[in-house]
């Protein structure tokens, strides 16, 4: 690759390609190459031509590549042979959805869901029973948690697990249809052993959702007594997994399979745990799971970029009409809208790229326990639900509008973007539904935002009931608009610098989020002094609102994180060009949330113009660099496995100029019929 994008003259500025590609490794590079070293390898990559069967059967033998490989023990216990490397061993599983969706999130269920459960909440001697097997898949393993009648609501789940004091076991049940276990990776083949997640009840009292190791079947694959179960069968996508369904009557297990890191029960039956709130024992539970958000997160980021650099390579590739040329056809990416549909989307994959780097560095900051308070889990949380629900979504989009732009090149599956979409698609309702997640994000803005006036005297409290009297005055008036008009002077150019400021663009995206918690939270206040129906109903009424207001949060994260990542090159040029790819990102939220900027009084009807003009000229600026720009991922022909984007596209159309040039060149091409009218008008004018 070269040092400077291609094409990149006439726009003032290029970019220095190996700094920018370092920049978008992140802070475990190495990690991330190995991982795309080995995904490079055919025998990790997805046929496409297999069945289901097939392809089930190939994914496992591609598990037993990995465990060969090593990389994916790097976040277990240096004890059992791990080396407890939290971020390295994330960036290096998310590169896996360039070899095979199905290969990564297989390799999910196994290491990061099976095995990380008995990791976080088991203890040691857990670790040493089950975790060499785990490593070596040599157990298989499913993780029991998700059940028909309950996704999302985890606590609500249905399975029982009763301790039986006389025999010193847990009895586990799936005592009505909705109770059992449902869509899990492993469950219909090849899983022999779980972690199930079920209700706690001992001494006749239910102390909440614990985890326990249990087995599956036998050494020949069978059901072990009173389980049974049900393959899924074919799906949108990730066909490559064998999902399945699991119930239980009856089943016992011995007192020691319970993962008791944080709950325990003695052989007498009694229930001990160092977290005395149920509440936060079972949010503390679930909360050592969150890699799995935070690797979808990265996972999407990497498909988005790889659909984008097969579109864009075969825009700047493909040629169609001819408006410019008497004889050559453009290029796609010559044409306005085509780099409106496509160059906006790589600015987007850049910021979730440097989003995604830090929500990595933040979990292994509190995975190591470098930084690990409650408040630093919250965080982690609440970053990780934000960032995953939008980078799952944006990978949708992207990927379908890669798809179209590459119009029917791009439904063939040789061509991989229907595929990487239909892979993806579950993406946005596992490891957490996008639309709860959020929710949960505009609940913690809620809580912040109520812990600012914790404490605050009444005159604290009236000088901000002023300060938000006069806000909303000076807003909602005109007053903005009118101040925005005066220093504009009803020109554009005027608009345009001030919309292309970085502090303004802060400003309109953190005003957004703040106003909209404030809102909210004014409209909520009158809740604790209602019953709990009718406080629900009011809390319900606010739900719309306060997910668009955590969505707007997690653009202002990605946006902010963007900021921060071009603020540390320091070489003038990228530093340049990639100002204008922030300024694209951060102008296209504006534009998209227009309405509300407008409604608001926060942008007068100049500046709102300004900012669809001023990204058009970004757009225009950007195209000379969009390929180089989305070459420095860094994804070669290797990972991209597409014949769009193969060179092919530019052989046949050179290969069509060449034809008619010799034709035009012998005298012997045809005459135009709509020219040889032309000639003879003028002859008989």
Same mark, same amino acid.
């Given at each position: ?5 291609p094409n ?8 220095n390609h ?5 920049? @978008?490794?992140?802070? +475990?590079p ?18 496409p031509? @297999? ?11 591609q ?14 216990p ?30 999910g269920?196994?290491w ?43 606590a609500?789940?249905g399975t ?6 006389? *025999? ?16 899990l ?16 009840? =001992? ?40 999902n399945?369904?699991?119930?239980? =009557? ?20 009694? &229930?001990t ?11 503390t539970? @679930?909360g ?12 999407a ?12 390579? &075969?825009?700047?590739?493909?040629r ?7 004889y ?5 990416l ?13 600015a ?14 933040k ?12 408040e ?25 509008e ?18 990487l979409?239909?892979?993806l698609?579950?993406?946005?309702t ?35 009931a002023?300060?938000?009297? =006069? ?11 009118? =101040? ?10 005027r ?5 292309r ?8 995206? *953190? ?13 909520l ?7 709990a ?36 090159i ?9 100002? +204008? ?16 900027y ?15 003009? &001023? ?7 950007l ?5 180089? @720009? ?9 990972h ?9 596209e ?16 012998s ?7 709509k ?11």
């Open positions: 690759m070269s040092n400077t994008s990149a003259s006439g726009n003032g500025a290029t970019f190996e700094i920018l590609h370092r920049a @978008l490794l992140g802070r +475990w190495e990690a991330r190459l190995h991982s795309r070293e080995l995904a490079a390898k055919p025998e990790m990559q997805r046929d031509l @297999l069945g289901m069967d097939e392809h089930r059967e190939r994914v496992l033998e598990l037993g590549l990995l465990v060969d490989d090593g990389q994916v023990h790097a976040a277990f240096k004890t059992v042979g791990g080396r407890e490397d939290h971020g390295g061993n994330i960036a290096g599983f998310e590169e896996l959805v360039t070899a095979d969706p199905s290969l990564q999130i297989k390799a269920v196994q990061g869901l099976f095995g990380s459960a008995v990791m976080h909440l088991g203890t040691a001697e857990h670790h040493k029973r089950w975790l060499p097997g785990i490593m070596s898949l040599e157990i298989p393993g499913v993780f029991a948690m998700t059940e028909t009648g309950h996704g999302s609501d985890v609500s789940i029982t697990a009763t301790f039986d004091a006389d *025999t010193d076991e847990f009895v586990v049940n799936t005592p009505f249809r909705g109770a059992w276990k449902d869509y990776g492993n469950a219909a083949i090849h899983g022999r052993a779980g972690v199930l997640f079920a209700q706690l009840i =001992t001494g006749g009292v239910n102390h909440g959702v614990h985890a326990f190791f249990i087995e599956l079947r036998d050494k020949d694959g069978n059901f072990l007594p009173g389980i049974g179960g049900e393959d899924d069968g074919l799906k949108g996508g990730l066909n490559g997994i064998d399945g369904r699991l119930h239980f =009557t009856d089943v016992r297990i011995p007192r020691t399979n319970l993962l008791n890191r944080y709950g325990d029960v003695a052989a007498d039956g009694s &229930y745990s160092p977290i005395e709130s149920p509440g936060r024992r079972f949010f539970m @679930l050592t799971l969150v890699q799995g958000r935070v690797s979808l997160d990265g996972a980021t990497v498909a988005s970029a790889i659909g984008l650099q097969i579109a864009l390579t &075969y825009a700047n590739q493909r169609q009409f001819n408006a410019a040329s008497e050559d056809e453009q290029v796609l010559d044409y306005q809208r085509h780099q409106r549909r496509l160059i906006p989307k790589l987007q994959t850049f910021a979730q790229n440097f989003a995604h780097d830090e929500l990595l560095t979990f292994d900051a509190v995975f190591s326990g470098a930084e690990d308070t409650d630093d889990r919250q965080d982690l949380e609440t970053l990780a639900a934000a960032l995953k629900s939008l980078s799952t979504w944006n990978a949708l989009e992207v990927l379908q890669a798809r179209e732009a590459c119009g029917g090149a791009g439904f063939l599956a040789e061509n991989r973007l229907v595929g979409r239909a892979d698609d579950v993406y946005v596992f490891e957490g539904d996008n639309t709860v997640l959020l929710q949960l994000v505009g609940k913690r803005l809620l809580g912040d935002y109520a812990r600012r006036f914790k404490g605050a005297s009444g005159g604290d409290l009236a000088r901000f002023v300060g938000q009297a =006069t806000d909303r005055a000076f807003h909602g008036s005109g007053l903005r608009r009118l =101040t925005q008009n005066v220093a504009d002077l009803g020109q554009v150019a608009s345009v610098g001030h919309v400021d970085a502090d303004e663009q802060r400003d309109l995206l *953190t005003g957004r989020v703040e106003t909209m918690i404030g809102e909210i939270a004014g409209r206040r009158p809740a604790g002094k209602l019953g129906t009718e406080a629900a109903a009011l809390f319900n009424s606010q739900q719309n609102e306060l997910i668009e207001a955590a969505r707007a949060h997690a653009e202002l994260l990605q946006w902010e994180a963007f900021t921060r990542a071009v603020d540390k320091t070489d003038r040029d990228t530093q340049t060009v990639l100002t +204008w790819l922030r300024d694209l990102f951060g102008l296209s939220l504006i534009e998209k949330h227009a309405a509300w407008l409604i608001n009084g926060r942008l007068s009807p100049a500046r709102a113009q300004a900012v669809s003009a &001023y990204i058009d000229r970004l757009v225009e600026r195209r000379p660099q969009a390929q180089g @720009l989305v070459e420095a991922f860094g994804y070669g022909p290797e991209l496995r597409a014949k769009i984007a193969s060179g092919a530019e052989e046949r159309q050179e290969e069509a100029r060449q034809y008619y040039r010799t034709q035009r060149a005298g012997e091409a045809p005459i135009e019929e020219k040889l009218k032309k000639k003879a008008a003028r002859a008989s004018a």
